[in-house]
């Protein structure tokens, strides 16, 4: 069981930069795969980034690749999402997602997390 809470939304300019964090419970927070999903108002929720376990591995959204880095620090059961040069259709709320993981697989569908934040707001304005 994990639990987990975003943080670090917020309204920038387009070009401007926010960093999310994503607070994890329990002890076996290293041994879970994280992910970073977004979801815009009348919009489905949306893969952005993937960290394997042992963050040796990441992955990301075409729309994100080359702005945004995904990473994890497991001596503070975060993980981080640094978003840079934001644009206008970045605006959603940001979810924290995790699975339990032995692998490498990379995981972009909502249905391949179990756990999920409540979510934070990111607002980018032109």
């Known amino acids: 069981q994990v639990q987990l809470v975003e943080s670090g939304g917020g309204l920038v300019q387009a070009g401007g930069s926010l960093r999310l964090s994503c607070a994890a419970s329990g002890r076996t927070f290293s041994r879970y795969a994280m992910g970073w999903f977004r979801q815009a108002p009348g919009k489905e929720r949306e893969f952005v980034a993937h960290?394997?376990?042992?963050?040796?591995?990441?992955y990301y959204a075409d729309t994100v690749k080359g702005r945004f880095t995904i990473s994890r620090d497991s001596a503070k059961n975060t993980v981080y999402l640094q978003m840079n040069s934001l644009r206008p259709e970045d605006t959603a709320v940001y979810y924290c997602?995790?699975?339990?993981?032995?692998?490498?697989?990379?995981?972009?569908?909502?249905?391949?997390?179990?756990?999920w934040g409540q979510g934070t707001q990111v607002s980018v304005s032109s």
């Open positions: 997602a995790a699975e339990y993981s032995s692998d490498l697989v990379i995981r972009t569908g909502p249905a391949d997390y179990g756990y």
């Open positions: 960290i394997s376990w042992s963050g040796g591995s990441t």
